[in-house]
């Protein structure tokens, strides 16, 4: 760039831009990925115990094998579009 010869003065001045963008993305994806580890932590442990209290049900005949694979296929399709939302917090903001 050209402004009254002070291209080297341009050049520091970018560089240092550039080094606290990379600063501030690091950052960012740094918490996005701690955001996601807790959510699909969280996720985990609520189909986890949602499915043992089926098999709970399916042991004691108040379920059949049938409605259990019916219960896990609605979890799935219910928790599936979640782990977009860290993704889409960060589109938002």
């Not at 341009?10 to 960012?28: G, P, Y």
């Not at 990925?33 to 098999?55: E, F, P």
């Not at 860290?86 to 903001?93: A, F, N």
Request: net charge positive.
């Amino acid at each position: 760039m050209k402004y009254f010869n002070a291209e080297k003065h341009e050049a520091e001045r970018f560089e240092v831009a550039l080094e606290a963008f990379k600063k501030q993305n690091i950052i960012v994806a740094k918490s996005l990925v701690s955001l996601n580890i807790m959510q699909a932590l969280i996720i985990s442990i609520g189909l986890c115990s949602t499915l043992t209290l089926a098999n709970y049900f399916v042991e004691t005949e108040r379920l059949t094998i049938g409605g259990f694979v019916m219960f896990n296929s609605y979890n799935l399709q219910i928790y599936m579009p979640l782990g977009f939302l860290g993704t889409l917090w960060r589109w938002i903001r």
